[in-house]
């Protein structure tokens, strides 16, 4: 079993830049294609970024396109998502979970999600 542990979360201004990390312990983080979800307060978890097993292929919401980028370093069991040009509608907790299945089902929500992190507040201010 992969344990995930997110970080990175904070407040900043509309307009600034997060990286947020999901670190992986456990034998098998590399044969999983990881997701960020994330979830604002009285909303349901949406998708936000998704990447495969190898780091090929990534996917993302089209609300965050061109402005995130996901993207993993196996050799550190490391999972990144770089968010650049922060909206005030990008506040919430973000969460990575680690999935099996294809990638187009990370996204669709449908995926066997083996693994979740805890989340980090992710605050954006206008």
């Known amino acids: 079993q992969v344990q995930l542990v997110e970080s990175g979360g904070g407040l900043v201004q509309a307009g600034g830049s997060l990286r947020l990390s999901c670190a992986a312990s456990?034998?098998?983080?590399?044969?999983?294609?990881i997701g960020w979800f994330r979830r604002a307060p009285g909303k349901e978890r949406d998708i936000v970024a998704a990447?495969?097993?190898?780091?090929?292929?990534?996917d993302y919401a089209d609300s965050v396109k061109g402005r995130f980028t996901i993207s993993r370093d196996n050799a550190e069991n490391t999972v990144y998502l770089q968010m650049n040009s922060l909206k005030p509608e990008d506040t919430a907790v973000y969460y990575c979970?680690?999935?099996?299945?294809?990638?187009?089902?990370?996204?669709?929500?449908?995926?066997?999600?083996?693994?979740w992190g805890q989340g980090t507040q992710v605050t954006v201010s206008p």
């Open positions: 990447i495969s097993w190898s780091g090929g292929s990534a």
């Open positions: 456990g034998r098998s983080f590399s044969s999983y294609n």
């Open positions: 979970t680690a999935a099996a299945g294809p990638l187009r089902s990370v996204v669709a929500g449908t995926a066997d999600f083996v693994s």
